[in-house]
């Protein structure tokens, strides 16, 4: 593909996931708006506390087998060895199955012995225990590898948009009916489990189409040693994954730990806010990686580069705009939507919105790093900016309250996008990628 032709078609994938992240995240708020006038902060944060909760162990657990497969795969359908790719698709799927069965049992069994820190009674417990099934479900890593890898990104824009407007029929109904916590909860969990089938089903649809090759049945041995680094690759970027989601989930139970479910409340209005910026972000990350993957694998330098500056630039001014918003609205958006009692969290908001602006603008770092195989240094980028996130946090809530949490996130997104700058292009400069 050429460097005009692949632009294009980068825009186009990337318009389609947009699209569909713009609906789901719209419909997210409204679920959101409807959840926090029935629930109110206290059992809100409750509930995103349990949420963030099981997200942090199934992230933890759960192999982030998408990397792999669309790296390897990518590599693989460079050389035109189908079979191959059919291979890592079938380990994908193994490492899907065998972490995400793990995943929910350690994690059921650590919300009993995390119960105490977390402030949970005997009732709140059990319940968070039930709620990790949606990890054992969840086997959707390889399913999204492979619709991104031969571009179904219509796909999936649909199961979002699909499942964000089912789950926003059940809250409303569920609020009209004077349905209790557990109910809220139940309807949360069932969103996501549904999310995870419908990604596995149109995957696997896809692949029976494609028909030899598509699925080869391998040993593991076989996979590794075609796939040299593939262990180390696999293991790295789910230690980076780990690390990541400190700052996207568990930073909810931090809040909730050292200031309340009713301040973990507030946050979580915050954060569904926020993610308004963040949609572009997460829609260009999912379009550009197998983009990327391909250019490197086709050693096209300069184009990669190119692709890394102008997308950034791209994405990053459209939040700035969308961040002004929220700092001329927001405070009246939140008492119009949600209620008085949430007004409060505009402040932690404006923060959260411009830490997200950075990480916008920085948003082809990670994809770039994945695919020009250096997850290693990407870890150790990620361990270094999430080991300094955990250590002011705690400091800035106790010093500014929930606003600090805003600002721990703004110094994270600043320290890692500087130091994954000066990494990637040492890697460039040493030829070590």
Same mark, same amino acid.
């Given at each position: 593909?050429?460097?005009?032709?692949?632009?294009?078609?980068?825009?186009?994938?990337?318009?389609?996931?947009?699209?569909?992240?713009?609906?789901?995240?719209?419909?997210?708020?409204?679920?959101?708006?409807?959840?926090?006038?029935?629930?109110?902060?206290?059992?809100?944060?409750?509930?995103?506390?349990?949420?963030?909760?099981?997200?942090?162990?199934?992230?933890?657990?759960?192999?982030?087998?998408?990397?792999?497969?669309?790296?390897?795969?990518?590599?693989?359908?460079?050389?035109?060895?189908?079979?191959?790719?059919?291979?890592?698709?079938?380990?994908?799927?193994?490492?899907?199955?065998?972490?995400?069965?793990?995943?929910?049992?350690?994690?059921?069994?650590?919300?009993?012995?995390?119960?105490?820190?977390?402030?949970?009674?005997?009732?709140?417990?059990?319940?968070?225990?039930?709620?990790?099934?949606?990890?054992?479900?969840?086997?959707?890593?390889?399913?999204?590898?492979?619709? /991104?890898?031969?571009?179904?990104?219509?796909?999936?824009?649909?199961?979002?948009?699909?499942?964000?407007?089912?789950?926003?029929?059940?809250?409303?109904?569920?609020?009209?009916?004077?349905?209790?916590?557990?109910?809220?909860?139940?309807?949360?969990?069932?969103?996501?489990?549904?999310?995870?089938?419908?990604?596995?089903?149109?995957?696997?649809?896809?692949?029976?189409?494609?028909?030899?090759?598509?699925?080869?049945?391998?040993?593991?041995?076989?996979?590794?040693?075609?796939?040299?680094?593939?262990?180390?690759?696999?293991?790295?970027?789910?230690?980076?994954?780990?690390?990541?989601?400190?700052?996207?989930?568990?930073?909810?139970?931090?809040?909730?730990?050292?200031?309340?479910?009713?301040?973990?409340?507030?946050?979580?209005?915050?954060?569904?806010?926020?993610?308004?910026?963040?949609?572009?972000?997460?829609?260009?990350?999912?379009?550009?990686?197998?983009?990327?993957?391909?250019?490197?694998?086709?050693?096209?330098?300069?184009?990669?580069?190119?692709?890394?500056? /102008?997308?950034?630039?791209?994405?990053?001014?459209?939040?700035?705009?969308?961040?002004?918003?929220?700092?001329?609205?927001?405070?009246?958006?939140?008492?119009?939507?949600?209620?008085?009692?949430?007004?409060?969290?505009?402040?932690?908001?404006?923060?959260?919105?411009?830490?997200?602006?950075?990480?916008?603008?920085?948003?082809?770092?990670?994809?770039?790093?994945?695919?020009?195989?250096?997850?290693?240094?990407?870890?150790?980028?990620?361990?270094?900016?999430?080991?300094?996130?955990?250590?002011?946090?705690?400091?800035?809530?106790?010093?500014?309250?929930?606003?600090?949490?805003?600002?721990?996130?703004?110094?994270?997104?600043?320290?890692?996008?500087?130091?994954?700058?000066?990494?990637?292009?040492?890697?460039?400069?040493?030829?070590?990628?």
């Amino acid at each position: 593909m050429t460097r005009q032709s692949m632009l294009p078609h980068l825009l186009r994938n990337a318009g389609v996931l947009l699209t569909g992240n713009t609906v789901s995240s719209l419909f997210g708020v409204f679920s959101l708006v409807v959840m926090a006038r029935a629930l109110g902060p206290e059992q809100l944060g409750t509930l995103a506390i349990i949420q963030a909760y099981a997200s942090t162990m199934g992230v933890l657990f759960n192999f982030q087998s998408w990397h792999m497969v669309v790296k390897f795969g990518s590599d693989a359908l460079a050389r035109d060895d189908n079979r191959a790719f059919g291979r890592l698709v079938f380990f994908g799927t193994l490492l899907d199955a065998s972490s995400a069965l793990l995943g929910a049992g350690i994690a059921a069994l650590a919300a009993f012995a995390l119960a105490p820190l977390l402030g949970w009674d005997e009732s709140t417990t059990h319940v968070a225990a039930l709620f990790c099934i949606t990890i054992a479900l969840d086997l959707s890593g390889t399913p999204k590898a492979v619709l /991104r890898i031969f571009d179904r990104f219509n796909e999936l824009a649909m199961v979002q948009v699909v499942v964000a407007v089912l789950k926003f029929i059940a809250v409303l109904f569920a609020m009209f009916t004077d349905a209790n916590f557990p109910v809220f909860l139940a309807i949360t969990g069932a969103a996501l489990i549904l999310n995870h089938l419908l990604l596995l089903s149109l995957a696997w649809h896809l692949l029976r189409q494609r028909g030899d090759g598509a699925i080869q049945p391998a040993s593991i041995r076989e996979t590794v040693r075609e796939n040299p680094g593939i262990w180390q690759f696999v293991w790295t970027t789910n230690l980076s994954s780990g690390l990541g989601i400190v700052t996207k989930e568990f930073d909810i139970v931090i809040v909730g730990g050292l200031l309340g479910s009713n301040a973990a409340g507030l946050y979580r209005v915050a954060r569904q806010f926020a993610s308004l910026l963040s949609r572009p972000l997460e829609a260009l990350y999912h379009a550009v990686y197998p983009e990327l993957a391909r250019l490197w694998a086709s050693k096209d330098v300069s184009t990669f580069r190119s692709l890394m500056v /102008r997308g950034g630039i791209g994405a990053g001014s459209v939040a700035v705009g969308l961040w002004c918003v929220l700092w001329l609205w927001g405070e009246a958006l939140l008492g119009l939507s949600v209620g008085p009692g949430y007004v409060s969290a505009w402040p932690v908001l404006l923060w959260y919105s411009m830490a997200l602006v950075v990480g916008i603008f920085g948003f082809s770092l990670e994809p770039a790093g994945y695919a020009m195989g250096i997850p290693q240094k990407m870890l150790a980028v990620h361990a270094a900016s999430t080991l300094l996130y955990v250590v002011i946090l705690p400091q800035l809530l106790w010093a500014s309250g929930l606003v600090g949490a805003g600002i721990a996130a703004l110094i994270f997104q600043l320290t890692w996008a500087t130091t994954m700058i000066v990494v990637q292009r040492q890697s460039e400069t040493h030829g070590n990628s």
